[in-house]
């Protein structure tokens, strides 16, 4: 790995987004006329380890796609993006992942995702980066792939003291002890209900649920609030962290942003209040850009946030 860039390892998912804007979601057999349809590679993995490397991380990512043609755009970026794909399957027997965020007017997502070549990453495709995670500074784990694989990095990163970093993205029921493997636990307000059964729709729920993570086992817990920024609960006790406030375009994959930036200012040795104020930045930024990978942000465009100089 290279010099002195903070070095970051994502094991994560690859879907093609087919982004639809509509003024609402349609309701049960209606047809309903949208406004916008763009075609963007996504996937929370390639989203966060794109983020990443666009805010100065070395980047190597772990993942399976097909050999289709959103598996031939996917390289054609992973290359742009100057992502290392040496331990990315291309699949010869299933396509590439695929999902369908619906936008509506108010710039509010929901995601139908079909996994597809996702599904397979295995603990085989894991074990091959052993040496990468042991070096690396931040491993950055998502839940669109087989959580057996992504818990077989956590246990290499484990053994020489990487940083692990779980978005429990989408929501699963995870393994009794996953916690010890785990250093940092981000959900969305969404992911800590489904995770605790507690309401996070107002603030008291929202400290309920974070606190009950951390009694889990889990050393820190910070919930991403969108528009009201960030809850962290560790050894320091309860932190908040507001948001920036931006016009908002799309908020698809500002978590993705988050994270990236996240894993990229906790590699360089940030603390963990300025790391989350970072990644509020990274994740301000992304809402103001159509589409899932465009959105992604540039170092220099969340340090501008960060200094409150305008963005556009």
Avoid at 166 to 193: F, Q, T
Avoid at 234 to 239: N, R
Avoid at 252 to 279: N, Q
Avoid at 283 to 300: F, H, I, L, Q
Wanted: hydrophobic share 50%; net charge negative; aromatic share 4%.
């Amino acid at each position: 790995m290279e010099g002195d860039k903070p070095r970051v390892i994502v094991v994560g998912s690859f879907v093609m987004d087919l982004v639809v804007k509509a003024p609402r979601r349609p309701m049960k057999g209606e047809t309903l006329i949208g406004t916008d349809f763009g075609m963007f590679v996504g996937g929370k993995g390639f989203n966060q380890a794109v983020a990443a490397a666009r805010m100065g991380a070395e980047v190597y990512m772990i993942g399976r796609m097909g050999t289709d043609l959103f598996g031939d755009l996917f390289m054609q970026a992973v290359v742009r993006e100057g992502i290392h794909a040496d331990f990315v399957v291309r699949d010869p027997e299933v396509g590439t992942g695929v999902g369908t965020p619906v936008i509506d007017a108010d710039g509010d997502n929901s995601i139908i995702l079909i996994p597809r070549a996702n599904t397979r990453l295995s603990v085989a495709d894991v074990e091959a980066a052993r040496e990468a995670i042991r070096a690396t500074d931040v491993l950055l784990l998502q839940l669109e792939v087989p959580m057996e694989a992504s818990f077989h990095a956590a246990e290499i990163a484990r053994t020489s003291d990487v940083l692990v970093i779980l978005n429990p993205a989408p929501a699963r029921l995870l393994p009794a002890d996953v916690n010890w493997l785990v250093d940092v636990l981000v959900p969305n307000e969404v992911e800590a209900a489904q995770l605790t059964g507690i309401p996070t729709d107002n603030e008291a729920g929202v400290r309920v649920a974070a606190h009950c993570l951390r009694e889990i086992g889990f050393d820190r817990v910070i919930l991403t609030l969108g528009a009201r920024g960030a809850f962290m609960v560790g050894s320091e006790g309860e932190v908040e962290v507001p948001a920036y406030k931006v016009s908002v375009v799309d908020t698809t994959a500002a978590g993705d942003a988050f994270c990236g930036g996240l894993a990229v200012a906790l590699a360089r040795g940030m603390s963990p209040v300025e790391a989350v104020r970072y990644a509020n930045a990274a994740g301000a930024r992304a809402v103001t850009v159509m589409g899932a990978e465009p959105s992604m942000p540039r170092a220099e465009e969340v340090e501008r946030l960060l200094r409150g100089e305008p963005i556009c």
